[in-house]
């Protein structure tokens, strides 16, 4: 389960190929400084990056494991500061180098609890004291399609309920939402929204957005 936070083989063949769609609420943001310090884990090919620079922010940095969408992320935004993590979810980064970090639609794509806890640890080392993490994921859906696939991948290899293998081989987890707060739960949660979505396979689809400070 561990090894499937990567799959780097899916990430530089067909994933390299999606559409991200997970929205930014500015909103949430709007207290940020425009030159303060923001990390976008698992940034893809730096849509929300581009956003972000668009709106001003001007010290904004995206790292991903896929070379793939990262050498497409710098062919459409040129101008941004991209990087592929060599050894995720280590961070070539001193403690406190950031005042917000992004994590929109990575943790669904990391199905093991161990390693998502590793992930959250090393964002909270490398953020700054009172520093913000937005995250934007999948919860759990409530369609019968959705909850055979969680029901057959849970009883057949023994995966927490949630995980399922995607029709174009990629595994991936959707949250009850305690699991998420159990996984913040060294931050202060500032904001919680539901959103719909669009998956990257094309699905509409119920997912959760939280605002969480550093203590």
């Known amino acids: 389960m561990k090894d499937l936070g990567r799959q780097i083989a899916y990430w530089d063949t067909v994933g390299a190929e999606k559409t991200f769609t997970h929205p930014v609420n500015l909103d949430w943001l709007a207290t940020v400084s425009r030159e303060a310090r923001i990390l976008d884990y698992g940034c893809g090919y730096g ?39 060599d050894s995720p979810p280590s961070l070539p980064y001193s403690p406190a180098s950031f005042d917000a970090v992004l994590l929109f639609a990575v943790l669904t794509c990391i199905p093991d609890d161990e390693a998502q806890r590793a992930l959250i ?6 953020l700054a004291p009172g520093g913000l993490l937005y995250i934007s994921d999948m919860v759990l859906q409530d369609d019968e399609r959705n909850r055979d696939r969680y029901a057959a991948y849970a009883q057949r290899f ?25 996984l913040l739960r060294d931050f202060g949660l500032l904001e919680e929204r539901r959103i719909s979505v669009v998956t990257m396979n094309g699905h509409p689809s119920q997912a959760v957005q939280l605002l969480a400070r550093k203590r």
């Not at 969408?69 to 990087?83: F, K």
């Not at 640890?121 to 490398?126: G, M, S, Y």
Request: aromatic letters at 4%; zero cysteines; a negative charge.
């Open 47 to 85: 849509r929300v990056m581009a956003e972000l620079s668009g709106h001003g922010f001007s010290d904004v940095s995206g790292v991903d494991l896929s070379p793939a969408l990262i050498a497409r992320g710098r062919q459409s935004h040129p101008d941004l500061r991209l990087a592929v993590l």
């Open 121 to 126: 640890a090393e964002l909270i080392r490398v």
């Open 158 to 182: 023994r995966t927490p309920y949630g995980v399922f293998a995607t029709d174009d081989g990629a595994v991936v987890r959707h949250h009850d939402i305690a699991e998420l707060h159990t």
